[in-house]
């Protein structure tokens, strides 16, 4: 489950990307981890997430948060679009001391400040050497940068360019396209602030 | 996944959801290529057709594997846990399965939106193998291989095409030139592409041997990431 891992993207619309996931270790502390997990979901509203979802069940673009903590039964999830946001989030998840991973995906440098600023050091990484193999079957870079925020390859391409040639024409706001996009990543770790931002960049080419 | 004739309305709406761009229209409807169709339901579930004419039927072996390996919301029976993957280094500050001087290996194969054959994944599982890698025993792929020693996937999956799946593998961070060398030869084998993905714990003093070795090799890789953040408990003593 690399789903977090592959997103492609510059170091300038990368700052606004930060994906989480809370997880249970198989066999070592899933004994009433549930409780904990609906309860990193309730700190991350506290925060303005741009996107929540739950492994099962959905993601916020399909269901209301407090449909996605009732209906939680795996690990969970949570996208924030500024540093700010996922400190002040990793600060009252360190103090609930819930006892689960907590995996943060994002800028390396970025991240590692965030969690220095609330006492915690990184633990293990995961790093991407990028795509392989036949890479003249891809799209172009503008639209794995918004296909790759769904790390199960559930936004197909063509969904990007209809939605950004309907943007081209004026029929829908990059706000209202991101929203068609998101449903389709159930996880919950596609982040439609910067799809938006992204999908108006390649409207307007 | 299937569309039922009598009822298309040929209005296109579920056209552009498919990840592998496997519907098209034929004769004023909408038709599902069977052989590219990875049952992934994301027509299904976009709620994108008007006349509900998108039907998906349980698929038996080897078809079934399509589903598996293509809808997160499905679990794998060798797993236990929904998805392609395993918890691999999310939870290693528990369970202590990547240790300093090791090295965690993921290919992805199909990723990102491309898909992928099992032919393809065995190729390359097949090359690792050779190079005395440590397949990950609780993931998806490795339940099809005939043998672990030589990554071989059974013959009767080979032709299926999912969404994607994922080699886990684990080796010295010695053998992490070799690997990498051997890894990229294969690569120009396949006919799809694959991500790569490389794990690493941390040294006390929070640095990671294999950037500095990626760094020396000149080897590219993306300036974000994942880290596990050291808040599971009880702390695996690695």
Known sequence: MTHTLHRRGTAENLRGDYALIMLRAMGINDDDYLPKVKEFLRIALRHNPVNIGSEMKGCLYEFLPEEIIAGAKGDSHVVFDNSRALTGFLKEVKEADLGLSVVVSG??????????????????????????????????????????????????????????????????????????????????????????????????? | MKITPDECIACEACVPYCPVGAISMKDDIAVID?????????????????????????????????????????????TGIAGRGTEEMKTNDITGRFQRGWVGLGCEFGRPGIGTRFSDVDKVAQVLAKHGVAFESKNPVTALMEDVKTGKIREDVLGEKVLSAIIECLYPIEKFQEIIT???????EVDTVFSVEVINRA????????????????????????????????????
């Open chain 2, 182 to 188: 051997a890894l990229k030869e294969v690569a120009k």
């Open chain 2, 203 to 238: 040294e006390p003093d929070g640095s990671y041997p294999l950037r500095k070795l990626l760094d020396e090799m000149s080897m590219p890789y993306y300036i974000n990431g994942k880290q596990c953040a050291g808040l599971g408990r009880p702390l695996a003593d690695v």
């Open chain 2, 34 to 78: 069977q052989d590219e169709c990875v049952d992934c339901a994301v027509c299904l579930k976009s709620g994108s057709c008007p006349v509900d004419c998108i039907v998906f039927e349980p698929a038996p072996w080897p078809r079934s594997l399509r589903t598996v390996f293509s809808d997160p919301r499905t679990e794998h029976k060798a």
């Open chain 1, 107 to 205: 800028i390396f440098e970025s991240v590692d400040e965030c969690l220095e600023q609330v006492g915690l050091k990184h633990h293990t990484g995961n790093f991407s050497l990028g795509i392989w193999g036949k890479t003249e079957k891809l799209p172009g870079d503008d639209i794995l940068e918004v296909t790759t925020m769904c790390g199960h390859g559930l936004i197909s391409t063509n969904l990007v360019k209809a939605v950004a040639k309907e943007i081209k024409t004026g029929t829908r706001t990059p706000e209202a396209a991101a929203k068609i996009l998101a449903p389709n990543c159930t996880c919950g770790v596609f982040n439609p602030a910067r799809a938006a931002r992204l999908l108006a960049a390649m409207a307007a080419k």
